[in-house]
Structure formats: structure tokens, C-alpha cells
């Protein structure tokens, strides 16, 4: 049997490293090499190349890179992602943003517009949607929606399907659980799936947080950022959040993840009100 070739020349790591950054924004150091190779190693088999290699020669071709690119961004992102991620900004959107944002003097309605801006697999998006259909039973008035968009394509099936593994919903509170839940009836399949009175509030698409412009309205009350951020370059950075910025409602609020609070370097316009939650 051939051994596929599992290493890239010099030339071929730079080219795809780029490619990489120009396109996804992700960082590819040196060090990731060995990982990326690693990790190509599953799609080059499934094309039936000889190695990385040759995957990597037969990328720049324009009809190959169409098709493939949604792969590649596959195997270079990291969808970790978990129900009541850094559960303080739940605490912190009941408490203290969803009251604040209903309060605004320039408020024409009571519908809140949230948007979780590299969602992964929904969990970020199902979270926020528990907390605030809580709120809105125990008798708080207001509706809501809530936007998730990712650059995998592959997550954002997971997402609309809605449909976990029992273990995930392990940081989910019980009663929560109860509400927002529904059991597999094959018991033996061990799965869950998120209620239809949450998913029709939810709504995911596919977006790239690198593109010059993002199709979102121009009023969202809470940007859920958190990270992907990191991956970036630092001027990357600073364009996303910018950008970001310019789809936040006066007073809204940008939440990124515990590792990227630097961001508040980048924008003096935006006020840091918790290490990692800002508001315009
Ligand atoms: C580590 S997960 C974070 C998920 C969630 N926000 C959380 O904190 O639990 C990072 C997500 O960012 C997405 N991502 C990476 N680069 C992106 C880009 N350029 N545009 C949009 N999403 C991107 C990945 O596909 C992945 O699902």
C-alpha cells in the first residue's frame, strides 16, 4: 500500500498559511503546522490525493478552491463551544442588559435583537434564548430574536438541527432542561433536542466576519462575540469589532470571550462596563 504523503514543503505551508489568513482571518504560525497537516490528513484521503502535498497544488486552481474552502475552514477552525459558556454573561444579560436595553428613551418597541456573531454548533444562541424566554415568563414584557451566523457550514446544520448529545446539557440548569428540552424517544440514542417555541426564535446563517460588509440590521441590542477573536491578527481584530460596532444600537452591548478583553484598545468609542462586556 502507498503511505500518503503526510508532510508540506516550505513553499506549500506559506501558500496555504496565507491563504488561510487572507481568507478565514485565522493565524497560522509555524507552529500550527504540524497540526494542520495533521488535521488535512482525513480530506486529502476522502479526494483520493497522495498527500498534503498535492492537495495543497491542486488548492489555488479557482473552480477547486469554491468547492473546497468550506472544508478547509473546517479543519482550521475550533467549534468548542458549550451551553452557559462563561455563565456570568447570562447572569449579566438578566440582570443588567435586558433591563437597560428596555429602558432606552428611544425605544419604538419592545423587541430585542441579538446576534451571536461565530455561533458554532448554537449552543451560545439556545443559552440566550433560555435566559430570556425565562425572563419573558416570569412576567418581563418584551420579545426577542436572535440571529447565530458562523463561517462553517458544518456547525451551522448542528445549529438549526438543534439536536445534541444528552452530555452537552450537562451545564444546563435542571428546570431549564425540563422547559427547553425534549427527550429522543429511543432512549438508547441518547440525544436531545432544543423546543420549537426556541428554535422559531432562532434563525442561523452562514457568514464571514472577514467580509467588508455584513448583512444585519443596524439596530442590534447584544452582540455576542466571544471566541474567535482570538484567532485573529490584531488589526483583524480591531475591523471586526468595528464593524461589529456599526450594527450595535446606541447603548447596545458587544460580549466577547474571558481571553479577549484587549479588544477595548482598539475602540474608544465603546464603554468597558465588565472585563469582557462593553456597551456603545
Ligand atoms: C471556538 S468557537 C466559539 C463559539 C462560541 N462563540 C463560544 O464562545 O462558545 C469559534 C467559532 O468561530 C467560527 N469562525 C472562525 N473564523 C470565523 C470567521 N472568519 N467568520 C465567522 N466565524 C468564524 C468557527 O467556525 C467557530 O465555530
Redesign the pocket.
Known amino acids: 500500500m502507498v503511505q500518503a504523503n503526510r508532510q508540506l514543503s516550505d513553499r506549500q505551508f506559506r501558500s496555504l498559511a496565507e491563504l488561510i489568513e487572507g481568507q ?3 493565524k497560522m504560525p509555524t507552529a500550527k503546522r504540524l497540526m494542520l497537516e495533521g488535521r488535512l490528513h482525513k480530506r486529502v484521503r476522502a479526494l483520493n490525493y497522495s498527500g498534503v502535498g498535492e492537495y495543497v497544488d491542486n488548492l489555488f486552481d479557482k473552480a477547486v478552491l469554491d468547492e473546497e474552502l468550506t472544508h478547509l ?1 473546517d479543519v482550521v ?6 451551553f452557559f ?1 462563561e455563565p456570568q454573561h447570562f447572569e449579566f444579560l438578566r440582570t443588567v442588559a435586558v433591563p437597560e436595553l428596555l429602558k432606552l428613551p428611544d425605544r419604538k418597541s419592545n423587541d430585542l435583537k441579538i446576534w ?1 456573531s ?3 454548533t448554537g ?2 444562541a439556545y443559552t440566550t434564548a433560555m435566559v430570556l424566554d425565562d425572563m419573558v415568563q416570569a412576567g418581563r414584557r418584551f420579545q426577542f430574536r436572535i440571529l447565530g ?4 457550514t458544518a ?1 451551522l446544520r448542528v445549529a438549526t438541527a438543534a439536536i445534541y448529545n444528552r452530555e452537552v446539557i450537562a451545564p444546563v440548569p435542571a428546570p431549564f432542561i425540563e422547559r427547553y428540552f425534549l427527550t429522543s424517544r429511543d432512549r438508547a440514542r441518547q440525544e436531545v433536542r432544543v423546543v420549537p417555541e426556541l428554535r422559531r426564535l432562532t434563525n442561523f446563517t452562514r ?4 467580509d467588508s460588509s455584513y448583512p444585519v440590521d443596524r439596530d442590534v441590542d447584544i452582540i ?1 462575540c ?3 477573536l482570538i ?1 485573529f491578527d490584531r488589526d483583524t481584530q480591531r475591523k471586526v469589532v468595528e464593524q461589529l460596532c456599526s450594527h450595535l444600537r446606541p447603548g447596545g452591548y458587544l460580549l466577547v ?1 474571558h481571553s479577549e478583553s484587549m479588544i477595548h484598545s482598539a475602540l474608544p468609542k465603546l464603554r468597558q462596563v465588565q472585563p469582557t462586556v462593553f456597551r456603545l
Not at 451566523?149 to 462553517?152: K, L, N, V, W
Not at 457568514?207 to 472577514?210: A, I, K, Q, W
Open positions: 478565514v482571518g485565522i475552514i477552525t475550533t467549534n468548542k463551544t458549550d459558556r451571536s461565530a455561533c458554532s449552543m451560545e451566523t458562523d463561517i462553517s456547525v457568514m464571514n466576519l472577514m455576542f466571544r471566541n474567535v484567532y470571550g
